[in-house]
């Protein structure tokens, strides 16, 4: 542990106004009481700042992109700061034989009381020799940094899930950290990338009340992963009134209509990206124009394809039973209906309902 977070923000040149506007914002994102803002900035303010020991393994170094993407003073930057990150490969100065010993000492000096991050899957195949580190396998560092761990934190799809390294056939044999580890608390941050803020939120939550947020079936926490993309997306309401932009340059696109029938996945994907959006809360795909991938959804690299609508059924009595899976049956309805009258749907035996994505 390290000196108390208030010390750190003061040279920093964070006011106690900004601080306390900050928390109360993150308070109210994760759905926490109307005077937790308060408690949570007394918390953190008198919390030292916590060891975190984050652990690239199988991935593409897209996770930590996203957690280091922040404009001072953003909430990705001022929780960033809240922590003492011991180690990071991609981003301390120490290479080689140096990281290393930095990664030993702070496990040694933090033992049972460091957050351990885990930034990638991890391959088990040919005895883990797919991704080493200082000659050892990524399981063999990942079950010695757990052991000393206070909790671990599976960031981004591919620790969380597996991700894309485990898509058929996956050649690594890649699994998730919650395949390997047993015996402590695992908090699943997935996305690909996730949002800096998901991350954020769940280290204020860690720093005040000493415990991770609560989670859902997946391990994910509720406050950022309890309602699809499709819940508070701005196109919802086109979605009810069946108007679907049928390719990516036609009218129904530049008039902002739902990307349903181009394949979004917001149905069945669960994420705040409609509500938290990326980069400064600027903007997220569906605004920019794209589906949603369901990329913080388990195999979603295999659940099918990314351009494919969710269901297209062939009978219309088929309608309302995928319209009432989706959601909200009156648009996909409508849509449906038009495309029986026209013999444009595709024969029962060929048809990928939401059913059997969600399986």
Request: charged share 20%; with cysteine; net charge negative.
């Amino acid at each position: 542990m390290h000196g108390p977070l208030i010390d750190t923000l003061t040279r920093q040149g964070v006011t106690r106004r900004t601080f306390l506007k900050y928390c109360a914002t993150l308070a109210s994102m994760m759905a926490l009481p109307p005077g937790a803002g308060r408690a949570m900035a007394e918390a953190m303010a008198a919390a030292r700042r916590p060891s975190v020991i984050w652990l690239p393994f199988q991935e593409c170094t897209g996770c930590t992109e996203s957690i280091t993407r922040s404009h001072s003073p953003t909430l990705e930057g001022m929780i960033f700061d809240m922590i003492s990150l011991d180690y990071q490969e991609t981003l301390m100065a120490a290479a080689g034989h140096q990281a290393e010993e930095a990664l030993h000492a702070a496990m040694k000096e933090n033992a049972g009381k460091y957050l351990l991050i885990v930034d990638g899957s991890i391959p088990l195949d040919m005895d883990g020799a797919y991704s080493c580190i200082g000659g050892r396998s990524n399981l063999e560092i990942l079950k010695e940094a757990a052991e000393g761990a206070a909790a671990i934190v599976a960031m981004g799809s591919c620790a969380a899930f597996g991700g894309i390294p485990k898509a058929n056939p996956n050649p690594t044999g890649a699994v998730s950290v919650s395949d390997i580890i047993k015996d402590k608390p695992i908090v699943n941050i997935p996305g690909c990338p996730p949002i800096p803020v998901v991350m954020t939120g769940v280290l204020a939550h860690y720093l005040t009340f000493g415990s991770l947020p609560e989670l859902d079936d997946k391990g994910r926490p509720k406050a950022f992963f309890g309602e699809t993309i499709h819940d508070r997306c701005y196109r919802r309401p086109f979605y009810d009134q069946g108007k679907f932009a049928k390719t990516f340059d036609d009218e129904g696109a530049r008039m902002g209509w739902c990307l349903f029938e181009l394949g979004c996945k917001g149905p069945v994907t669960y994420n705040a990206c409609a509500t938290v959006k990326w980069n400064g809360g600027t903007s997220w795909p569906v605004e920019s124009g794209h589906g949603c991938l369901g990329c913080s959804e388990p195999d979603f690299w295999d659940a099918g394809g990314f351009y494919k609508a969710l269901s297209v059924p062939a009978d219309p009595l088929e309608i309302s039973a995928a319209a009432a899976v989706v959601g909200a049956g009156a648009g996909v309805a409508v849509s449906f209906a038009n495309r029986a009258k026209k013999g444009a749907a595709k024969s029962a035996h060929e048809t990928t309902t939401l059913a059997d994505l969600e399986k």
